[in-house]
Each structure stands twice: as structure tokens, then as C-alpha cells.
């Protein structure tokens, strides 16, 4: 009976008796990409015969270790883009708040501006008063864009 694998050991480790060189294979398997796994191609890649490649992978799961290597990477996976995604969300909602701020503060000034303006009056105007030739009062007024 094999030794009970370590609380802190994961499935795809190296399992108690396994041998250093078996699990190397194992790792080389591990290592190439899901769906493309074969045991016939990694023998190749490592001039050992299938067969025996067959044999240390049904005395060490290899393919349910595998399965647990794939859903680690998996779940590491998800749990980095959903890291990410979070971090984004939080950027985007700092630059919106930094936007907002703006357009409040471009708002106040644009508010003071209004209120000044609306206290101006719009036209100035200017009275001439001449005499005509004849000594009667003439009166010019003129009025002009104020500013």
C-alpha cells in the first residue's frame, strides 16, 4: 500500500514512492498542451517506448493528475482575470470620478462667469451732446458691444 499523499501536496506533485525519473516523464507530459497530450509523442520526444510510458501512467494516474493540473492553471486563470477585470472596473470608476470633478469645477467657473456677465450690461452707451448750427441742442447716443 502506497503512503498517504501530504495535506499540503497537490495531486499532480510527485506522489510518495513515485521515482524522480517517473515523474520527470510525468512532468514532461503535464507540460504539453491539453488536447495535444500523447503518450506516443512524448515517447518520441524522450526515445522511450510508448508501452512503458503506458504503464507508468496507469500505475500513476497520470491522466487524472493531469485533470488536476489542467483545473489549477484553470482556476489560477479565471482568478487572475477576474483580478484584473476588478482592477480595471476600479480604474474606470477613479478616472470617471476625475472626470466628474472636472466637469463640476469647468461647471462652478462657467456658473461665475454667467453671473458676472448677467450683472454687465451686454451694450455700453455713450451720449454726445452738440449744438446744431443754430444753437439748438442735438443729442447722439451710441451704443457699443460692452467690455
Do not use: H
Not at 108 to 124: E, I, N, R, T
Amino acid at each position: 500500500m502506497s503512503d498517504p499523499i501530504p495535506e499540503t501536496s497537490r495531486y499532480f506533485d510527485k506522489q510518495p514512492n513515485e521515482r524522480q525519473s517517473s515523474f520527470e516523464k510525468f512532468c514532461a507530459y503535464r507540460s504539453m498542451p491539453a488536447g495535444t497530450r500523447s503518450l506516443r509523442k512524448l515517447g518520441q520526444e524522450l526515445g522511450v517506448s510508448a508501452t512503458s510510458l503506458g504503464q507508468l501512467s496507469k500505475k500513476y494516474d497520470w491522466p487524472a493528475r493531469v485533470q488536476a493540473w489542467d483545473d489549477e492553471r484553470e482556476a489560477i486563470s479565471r482568478e487572475a482575470l477576474a483580478e484584473y477585470e476588478k482592477e480595471a472596473a476600479r480604474d474606470i470608476v477613479e478616472a470617471r470620478k476625475k472626470t466628474q470633478m472636472r466637469l463640476v469645477e469647468a461647471g462652478d467657473k462657467l456658473s461665475k462667469k454667467l453671473l458676472v456677465m448677467a450683472d454687465s450690461p451686454l451694450f455700453a452707451e455713450q451720449t454726445i451732446v452738440e449744438e446744431y448750427e443754430d444753437g439748438r441742442p442735438k443729442t447722439i447716443v451710441n451704443y457699443f458691444p460692452a467690455g
